[in-house]
């Protein structure tokens, strides 16, 4: 059974998928922080897709696309990354398409795929890092029950810049 929280569900990513690659690739800032171009061409759109459905046999972790429950179109994507998960550790990143901002998907995407996370036995804390100036993302994070930890000083290389980063963060432990 997929995740679900509410207005999405998570969902493997498909080919019809590729308007979402071409959608996130416009915004200014998304492809300055993964493996999408900035205005991928069809081409790379499709390989981007082809990347997320690979990413848990390569053992990096788990990458979904959000869902719209009502039209299943996809809205955005997040990923559970397991590169520290014999430390007790995975981080979570996520985008939201501008089109579908503001209307509770990241949040609600964040809370299922934490749910999801809980069912890997050896599993002990999800990290999320954010930069201090994204008020959104800041807002979904802790609408998923994560808590503010720190601030990072040059901790991440975010186009050619270090950034300071926010660390947010959930353990299996919360209440």
């Known amino acids: 059974m997929p995740p679900t929280c509410g207005p999405i569900i998570l969902r493997e990513f498909t080919e019809a998928d590729s308007h979402l690659a071409i959608e996130l690739g416009a915004d200014p800032y998304i492809p300055l922080i993964g493996s999408l171009p900035a205005f991928p061409t069809r081409t790379e759109a499709m390989d981007w897709v082809h990347r997320q459905r690979g990413r848990h046999a390569e053992g990096i972790g788990f990458s979904f696309a959000i869902a ?97 980063m926010l660390l947010y963060a959930t353990t299996r432990d919360t209440p």
């Open 68 to 164: 719209d429950s009502e039209t299943g179109d996809a809205v955005g994507a997040i990923g559970l990354w397991l590169q520290n998960l014999a430390k007790g550790r995975a981080a979570v990143g996520y985008s939201v398409s501008p089109a579908h901002r503001g209307h509770g998907f990241g949040g609600a995407a964040i809370q299922a795929l934490t749910t999801f996370a809980w069912t890997i036995p050896t599993l002990h804390r999800i990290e999320l890092y954010i930069e201090p100036w994204n008020t959104g993302s800041i807002r979904v994070a802790e609408s998923g029950g994560y808590r503010r930890e720190g601030l990072l000083h040059s901790y991440q290389e975010i186009g050619g810049t270090r950034r300071d």
